[in-house]
């Protein structure tokens, strides 16, 4: 069985959160988003948006790239440096309409081809 993506990224934070020894209310705190809220994503049981992701990151004082990269959103190059997928990215952004994402996609793809 593969991994469950959504549960690793929650444990990454967890241990994140722990090594900063921050308590789960000061990183929610921090991240301006509730306490249950980031015990689930912590659990693996809720999957947030990159915006949220972008917060919970302010709140660790962590990178925000290196918590896409465990959410799946960029990747992780051989020399360490941060690829990022523009077409997730635009998928996963909860700002977009279903219309807009393709029309942004369907740029992209104009510049760069699929």
């Known amino acids: 069985m593969s991994p469950n993506p959504v549960t690793d990224l929650g444990t990454y934070l967890k241990e994140q959160r722990q090594q900063a020894q921050l308590s789960l209310r000061q990183v929610a705190d921090r991240a301006g988003i509730s306490n249950p809220y980031l015990s689930q994503i912590e659990r693996g049981l809720k999957r947030p948006s990159a915006e949220i992701l972008q917060a919970i990151a302010k709140g660790?004082?962590?990178?925000?790239?290196?918590?896409?990269?465990?959410?799946?959103?960029?990747?992780?190059?051989?020399?360490?440096?941060?690829?990022?997928?523009?077409?997730?990215?635009?998928?996963?952004?909860?700002?977009?309409?279903?219309?807009?994402?393709?029309?942004?996609?369907?740029?992209?793809?104009?510049?760069?081809?699929?």
Do not use: C, F, M, W
Request: charged fraction near 30%.
């Open 60 to 114: 660790l004082a962590i990178s925000a790239e290196q918590i896409y990269v465990h959410a799946g959103i960029l990747e992780a190059a051989p020399d360490g440096e941060v690829v990022i997928d523009t077409r997730q990215v635009i998928k996963n952004d909860p700002r977009l309409t279903d219309k807009q994402r393709k029309a942004l996609i369907d740029v992209y793809d104009s510049y760069v081809g699929d």
